[in-house]
T-cell receptor, first 111, second 112 residues
Framework: GENVEQHPSTLSVQEGDSAVIKCTYSDSASNYFPWYKQELGKRPQLIID?????GEKKDQRIAVTLNKTAKHFSLHITETQPEDSAVYFCAPGGYGQNFVFGPGTRLSVLP | NAGVTQTPKFRILKIGQSMTLQCTQD?????MYWYRQDPGMGLKLIYY???????DKGEVPNGYNVSRSTTEDFPLRLELAAPSQTSVYFC???????????FGQGTRLTVV
């Protein structure tokens, strides 16, 4: 099955700084690369995703970049705000097969 | 359109008791999943289903059973509850044409 790792496991940044979280995966057949955000006590929710035929996607302050050759993709958050504090999960896979989530990265944005 | 609905939200079980966690979705999704999340940890896949009548084991299936008799419902059964099953359980669904997973609000289960 898919082996998914995330780095770092915890990340603290000053408000306004940028944050980058990297997800590495093992299954070369993966063609869908989402990032989920889970706030404390709440359910995970999709924040951004990318398909395998695209190298980068941006949505306001967040972006995802994909390197299929190296089997990793990254979440980029610019101009971080306190409400960005949460746990972020990647879940690489195929269409309709979000079976395996990464271990998560806890982001803390310090005021 | 309620999305994914789980019941109950909270439950305390005694060791050895059994219960069923209910999950229903109204988005006509063919894929459904059960995850457990221990405190401060990630999501572990328990069971999943790719359509009515089809289920398969995930990473941590021991101590659980599922069924998928309809597209909408995917109940999770715990037999002989153990303290190690204390966790938050999330049900999720997705569609093969649009892979975004939609999660229920979770069930917080404590086994004492």
């Amino acid at each position: 099955g898919e082996n998914v790792e995330q780095h770092p496991s915890t990340l603290s940044v000053q408000e306004g700084d940028s944050a980058v979280i990297k997800c590495t995966y093992s299954d070369s057949a993966s063609n869908y690369f989402p990032w989920y955000k889970q706030e404390l006590g709440k359910r995970p929710q999709l924040i951004i995703d990318i398909r395998s035929n695209v190298g980068e996607k941006k949505d306001q302050r967040i972006a995802v970049t994909l390197n299929k050759t190296a089997k990793h993709f990254s979440l980029h958050i610019t101009e971080t705000q306190p409400e960005d504090s949460a746990v972020y999960f990647c879940a690489p896979g195929g269409y309709g097969q979000n079976f395996v989530f990464g271990p998560g990265t806890r982001l803390s944005v310090l005021p | 359109n309620a999305g994914v609905t789980q019941t109950p939200k909270f439950r305390i079980l005694k060791i050895g008791q059994s219960m069923t966690l209910q999950c229903t979705q109204d988005m006509n999704h063919n894929y459904m999943y059960w995850y457990r999340q221990d405190p401060g940890m990630g999501l572990k896949l328990i069971y999943y289903s790719v359509g009515a009548g089809i289920t398969d084991k995930g990473e941590v299936p021991n101590g659980y059973n599922v069924s998928r008799s309809t597209t909408e419902d995917f109940p999770l059964r715990l037999e002989l509850a153990a303290p190690s099953q204390t966790s938050v359980y999330f049900c999720a669904s997705s569609d093969s044409r649009d892979p975004e997973a939609f999660f229920g609000q979770g069930t917080r289960l404590t086994v004492v």
